[in-house]
């Protein structure tokens, strides 16, 4: 039986990306936009959470989210 894994490590680095990208640009938006941004911010931190709790981490060097399956035997 084969293991089959994928990981979830480019979706985790996309979302603190944009993290980074919303937090530089908080301070520089009108009030109600800085409110939009957090709310942003806050359900990003949500997916981030939960895509972290849903799948392990991989043991490696690297931090990597993903999921690991065993075939079917044929």
């Not at 800085?34 to 895509?51: A, G």
């Amino acid at each position: 039986m084969a293991k089959i894994k994928f990981t979830l490590h480019g979706v985790a680095r996309e979302i603190r990306k944009a993290e980074k990208q919303l937090r530089s640009m908080r301070s520089k938006v009108v009030k109600t936009d800085q409110k939009k941004i957090d709310l942003n911010l806050r359900e990003l931190e949500k997916s981030y959470r939960l895509l972290r709790d849903i799948c392990p981490i991989a043991e490696s060097p690297i931090k990597v989210f993903g999921q690991w399956f065993t075939t079917k035997a044929k």
